[in-house]
Every structure is written in C-alpha cells, then in structure tokens.
T-cell receptor, first 116, second 113 residues
Framework: NAGVMQNPRHLVRRRGQEARLRCSPV?????VYWYRQLPEEGLKFMVY????????ESGMPKERFSAEFPKEGPSILRIQQVVRGDSAAYFC??????????????FGPGTRLTVL | EDKVVQSPLSLVVHEGDTVTLNCSYE??????LLWYKQEKKAPTFLFML??SGIEKKSGRLSSILDKKELFSILNITATQTGDSAVYLC???WGSGNTGKLIFGQGTTLQVKP
C-alpha cells in the first residue's frame, strides 16, 4: 500500500513563474491537506480538501495560491507569480474517511520549492 | 490565539539514555493530539491521543495526554542513534467538518553513540 506521493520533490522557479505541486493520497483516502514549512518554522496548515470540494482554506494566502482535488487525478497546489518568500517545503497529507471528523493524517515526502 | 508549544527545542543525549519531550497547547475545540517523527523527509506518524490518562506505547516510545493541564509527553527509553530526528507535536482542532492540525515548532533530538 503506497504512501502519500508528492512530485516533484524539488522545484526551482524564477520570480514571476508558476509553481504546480502534485499530491497523490494514500489509496482509499479521500481527505487531503496541504501544509507549508518555512525555514526554521513549524508546519502551517494551508488547506483541506475532499474530492472536488474545498472544505477549509483558512490557511491559504488570499492571492496567488489555489488548490484543487479533482474527481480523477492528484491534488494540485498552484502558486502563481511566485516570490522569494514562497520558498519553503510544501507537505501534503491524507487521511481516510472515518466516522470521526478527524482521522490520522499521513504525510508525503514534501516538495521543496526554491524561488530564485 | 491557538498555539502549540514544544520543549525543549533541542536535546542532545547519549545512546541508552531516556528522554521526555513536552508539548503544551492552548487550542479551542480540541479534538486530538498527534506526535510525528520527522527526519529528512515526510513526518512519520507515531501516536494519536484523544483521551486523558491512557498511555499509548509502541516499542521504546510511549505517550500520554493530560486534557486538564493541556499537555502531552513523549517518552523514549534506551535511545538509539536512529532516534535522532525532529519530533513534532500537533493538535487537531476546529469546529465543523475540518481536519486541520496546528503544529508546534518541534524538538530536535540528537542521540550520540
């Protein structure tokens, strides 16, 4: 049973370009979460999605950032017009559908974004 | 403001020592507390705690939650060099159907041979 997969593992972009980060959850998991880890800081929640729905995006910056989890295919975190401050590790996590509102979240290896 | 605070921030011990990592929280609508181990890759799930006073164990690791005093500890006995990592504490919170976690800043553990 494969774990959470993220690609690319490393991504380099120049200021103003777009970054697309992909996340494939554990098979059978229908909940996806994105977190950002800035240098020397802890993981910060960005967005929580279920298939075709954004459930909670309270941690997403208001501009340039968007996320989706289509019916088919991986979840995508998109950052438009990247700036140096976007350089960070972006982690995706998934959890199974459970009777509880919060299931255990399993993390992917992360995508390390560097903006030149 | 909701927050999770871990202590110490870093710790250096020798193989065979026992360590205790601390996590305190101030979170509205607490749901659960989770511990993860992060090496140079994905945070690896260790424990999920929802009830006070019930110890969870996995090999040399154990953890307990105190919901009255709002803290949790993670114990590692007979430490090994492979235990060197950043240990993350996270609290699941919020109302409605949301599953977000608030993370502490982590405790960096170094185990020397």
């Amino acid at each position: 049973n494969a774990g959470v997969m993220q690609n690319p593992r490393h991504l380099v972009r120049r200021r103003g370009q777009e970054a697309r980060l992909r996340c494939s959850p554990v098979k059978g998991h229908s909940h996806v979460y994105w977190y950002r880890q800035l240098p020397e800081e802890g993981l910060k929640f960005m967005v929580y999605l279920q298939k075709e729905n954004i459930i909670d995006e309270s941690g997403m910056p208001k501009e340039r950032f968007s996320a989706e989890f289509p019916k088919e295919g991986p979840s995508i975190l998109r950052i438009q017009q990247v700036v140096r401050g976007d350089s960070a590790a972006y982690f995706c996590a998934s959890s199974p559908p459970t009777g509880q509102r919060l299931g255990t979240q399993y993390f992917g290896p992360g995508t390390r974004l560097t903006v030149l | 403001e909701d927050k999770v605070v871990q202590s110490p921030l870093s710790l250096v011990v020798h193989e065979g020592d026992t360590v205790t990592l601390n996590c305190s929280y101030e979170v509205t609508n607490f749901r659960s507390l989770l511990w993860y181990k992060q090496e140079k890759k994905a945070p690896t799930f260790l424990f999920m705690l929802t009830s006070s006073g019930i110890e969870k164990k996995s090999g040399r690791l154990s953890s307990i939650l105190d919901k009255k005093e709002l803290f949790s500890i993670l114990n590692i006995t007979a430490t090994q060099t492979g235990d060197s990592a950043v240990y993350l504490c996270a609290v699941g919170w919020g109302s409605g159907n949301t599953g977000k976690l608030i993370f502490g800043q982590g405790t960096t553990l170094q185990v020397k041979p």
